[in-house]
């Protein structure tokens, strides 16, 4: 089992920053990739930026040039640093890890982002 507990999220003006922090404790040495994904209301969950073991990241178009996904390996932490947000970023964020080669998913309880215009 893979705990995972979220902090950072908030208000802020459109064009700001925020930046999510995501740590894991458990069984963390079977993850083999952390990422974060959003739901808005009335909106499927989306995945924003994600990030492997070895380092390999991926981001939605949404976001690129916007969102840095970075991971500490030895505090088994992931960060979202979220600059020139926009009303359209406003959602919950998750945190998630993925364990038995894809196969398992683990999921923080989420935090908000709102994003003022």
């Known amino acids: 089992q893979v705990q995972l507990v979220e902090s950072g999220g908030g208000l802020v003006q459109a064009g700001g920053s925020l930046r999510l922090s995501c740590a894991a404790s458990g069984d963390t040495i079977c993850i083999s990739a952390m990422g974060w994904y959003r739901q808005a209301p009335g909106k499927e969950r989306e995945v924003v930026a994600a990030v492997t073991s070895g380092g390999s990241t991926y981001y939605a178009d949404s976001v690129k040039g916007r969102f840095t996904i970075s991971r500490d390996g030895a505090e088994n932490t992931v960060y979202l640093q979220m600059n020139s947000l926009k009303p359209e970023d406003t959602a919950v964020y998750y945190c998630?890890?993925?364990?038995?080669?894809?196969?398992?998913?683990?999921w923080g309880q989420g935090t908000q982002v709102t994003v003022s215009s």
């Open positions: 998630n890890a993925v364990c038995g080669g894809g196969t398992i998913d683990y």
